[in-house]
């Protein structure tokens, strides 16, 4: 990403905070999951509010720990954190010592001077490869749970409306919405920016904050639902009563969808585009246990819930594997007092805190069904759910609906919680029947590996790790996966995989996280690993629900972008956005390789173009593309970021 948007240079300071292992080098090579490279530096002071004091500047230098192939480091000194920069002394003392015997030579230079230096000095660097795990802060993947979710629909709503507005501008059916769009980006990315996203700002911050994504949910989606009326308009001749599937993923759907009016509808569609309400063949079977628990069944999956909430068993069908070791869906509670920042940090001696929570208090079962006779498949339900209720921890409760749809392959939990806990970590365990080293989790356009055990500092450093939209854990021939909806920490020690749920910390917002929390997760059991079972496809999925439009017919299949691999049924090049060029009226694909694969994918338009061109990320190059008959061909490498403009 940083190489994309013309960035060759990199510099922190945070990772000499780590908690259990120091960083081996200050100036070395850092190579990303795609092999990009970038020249980093850590400043050998280990702060940024440095006050240029004669014993700082000789620790700079002794603890610089690449003194053999390098001369040259960086100091930030001043007040940086708070604001006020440096002061007079700072500066007097750095010009009486800048050729002062028994110091370092020292001289005041921009940032780019300094690279300048250091590129040309120390040529033989290490190279660090992949991520730069933090070992501090970890709290932060969780405090503020509502602001988290608040920045996951914000991102998914301003997608859909830069797709919509795209495609509804080119059919001339309304004009893109530029300069709004361009306001609510900026207002999403403040709400980014440190210390609001992490969770470790006050109270008044999130009061903002809170204002700000009911700003852009409300005027997004105004923008959205004018974008699905003006691309659903004019597609039938009938009067436009009935609902029409639309899909705003580069993937394509067949999947048990809810209506605006509640009902719900087995839909497919292709990627980006509209499709039809259809028959469904499979349905959902619901039996009581033995047991007084209750079985939910369709053709992928068969589960078995215990009355206190527990997930006892979970069959993936096609190869017959139980998916669970123990009962899973477990609750658990964790003392949560770091011993400082509070809303930054969990420490590791919460892990000898953990208790499970009481079972579920109530029990009871709904189903969704379709008629005799309807055409939308054979009789029976179309998704089947089991509700439970209980209490968690001193103060709090819990309401969760567990979903199994027709034909679906993974079972859902959609969780309401009343949070009232002091110092308290909720997490949410599934034991799976699973062994594997390590586990993978998504990133930003990619995914890492991490450990399942402590064999090391490095491995136990990482009790809790971040993640986006999944976690999967596979050993050859099978894997489970854990999806979610908002929710950025998990770990995985030995063969339990969790994820972390709500905080409770108390500074320096000491409302933080109290009050009602609606979230969903979801297990995916898969035979073969997480590549080959569309891990990544079925977390999109789960993220962003199906739109619906009107019209006078509900049967369609009109597809404006997808992508098809040149290897049959591999999903390796996803199509992440579709937008309007920043500078002109031309279509932007953003397009991202998620398996670690090689290989050249068709993307095709349906809309008009009549030339491609690759660019970076600012949109920025000439390097022409094949076009032929309206496909593009795209060559990929692993994990890596392609923009295409198409003119």
């Known amino acids: 990403l940083m190489r994309l948007s013309g960035i060759t240079r990199f510099l922190t300071q945070k990772l000499s905070w780590n908690y259990f292992n120091k960083p081996k080098h200050h100036t070395f090579t850092w190579q990303g999951i795609d092999g990009s490279e970038v020249l980093a530096h850590f400043p050998p002071a280990d702060t940024y509010n440095a006050e240029a004091t004669v014993a700082q500047l000789r620790d700079n230098a002794r603890n610089y720990k690449d003194n053999e192939r390098s001369r040259h480091s960086l100091m930030l000194f001043g007040y940086g954190d708070g604001g006020g920069g440096p002061q007079r002394r700072m500066v007097e003392t750095l010009r009486r010592a800048k050729d002062l015997q028994g110091l370092p030579r020292t001289a005041m230079r921009t940032s780019e001077e300094f690279f300048d230096l250091l590129e040309r000095d120390c040529v033989d660097r290490p190279v660090m490869v992949g991520e730069l795990y933090f070992e501090f802060h970890r709290g932060t993947y969780t405090s503020q749970a509502a602001t988290k979710r608040g920045n996951r629909l914000g991102e998914f709503l301003l997608h859909d409306v830069e797709f919509l507005g795209l495609v509804s501008s080119r059919l001339k059916r309304g004009a893109y919405p530029t300069a709004e769009l361009d306001r609510l980006w900026k207002i999403l990315l403040v709400n980014q920016f440190h210390d609001i996203l992490p969770g470790s700002s006050i109270t008044l911050v999130y009061e903002d904050t809170a204002r700000d994504y009911a700003e852009i949910q409300a005027r997004g989606g105004a ?70 628990g209750h079985r939910l069944e369709n053709v992928h999956l068969r589960a078995d819930l215990a009355t206190d909430g527990s997930l006892t068993s979970l069959i993936e069908k096609s190869s017959g594997r139980e998916s669970m070791s123990r009962p899973g869906n477990v609750f658990e509670l964790y003392d949560d007092h770091p011993t400082s920042y509070d809303a930054w940090d969990v420490d590791p001696f919460h892990l000898e805190t953990r208790r499970a929570c009481p079972g579920a208090t109530s029990c009871t079962v709904s189903e969704q069904t379709v008629p005799v006779g309807s055409a939308h498949g054979r ?14 921890g001193k103060a709090s409760r819990l309401k969760q609906v567990v979903s199994l749809s027709a034909n679906a392959r993974r079972l859902e939990f959609h969780t309401e919680a009343d949070w009232h806990e002091d110092h308290t970590f909720l997490k949410v365990a599934f034991p799976v029947n699973v062994r594997a080293m390590e586990a993978t989790y998504e990133m930003q356009f990619g995914a890492v590996d991490r450990p399942t055990h402590y064999n090391t500092p490095y491995d136990l450093a990482q009790y809790e790790v971040p993640g986006h939209k999944w976690a999967d854990m596979s050993e050859h021939g099978f894997g489970v996966a854990l999806l979610s909806d908002c929710k950025y920490g998990f770990s995985t020690h030995g063969d339990t995989m969790r994820i972390s749920l709500l905080r409770s910390p108390k500074h320096p917002d000491p409302q933080a996280d109290m009050g009602r929390h609606v979230f969903a997760y ?126």
């Open 223 to 292: 923008l959205r639902a004018a974008g699905v009326e003006a691309v659903v308009a004019h597609q039938g001749s009938g009067a436009a009563t009935l609902f029409v599937p639309l899909n705003t993923l580069g993937v394509e759907r067949s999947e048990v969808a809810v209506k605006p009016d509640g009902s719900i509808a087995y839909i497919e569609t292709p990627s980006y585009g509209l499709g039809k309400v259809t028959r469904c063949e499979d349905h959902v079977a619901v039996t009581t246990l033995p047991t007084g």
């Open 379 to 392: 009789e029976g339900a179309l998704r089947a759910q089991v509700t439970f209720e209980r209490k968690l």
């Open 522 to 647: 979801a297990v995916m059991p898969h035979a073969g690993g997480w590549r080959d079972a569309g891990v990544v496809a079925e977390a999109y999925r789960f993220n962003v629900p199906v739109l619906w439009g009107k019209d006078g017919k509900d049967q369609h299949w009109v597809s404006w972008f997808s992508v098809q691999d040149h290897r049959e049924g591999a999903r390796n090049l996803v199509l992440d956005t579709v937008k309007k060029a920043e500078d002109s009226d031309a279509i932007v694909l953003r397009l991202y390789e998620c398996h670690g694969s090689r290989g050249t994918a068709k993307v095709r338009c349906a809309l008009p173009f009549t030339r491609a061109r690759f660019v970076n990320i600012l949109e920025e190059g000439a390097a022409a593309a094949t076009v032929h008959d309206g496909v593009v061909e795209v060559p990929y490498l692993p994990y890596q970021i392609i923009t295409v403009v198409l003119e």
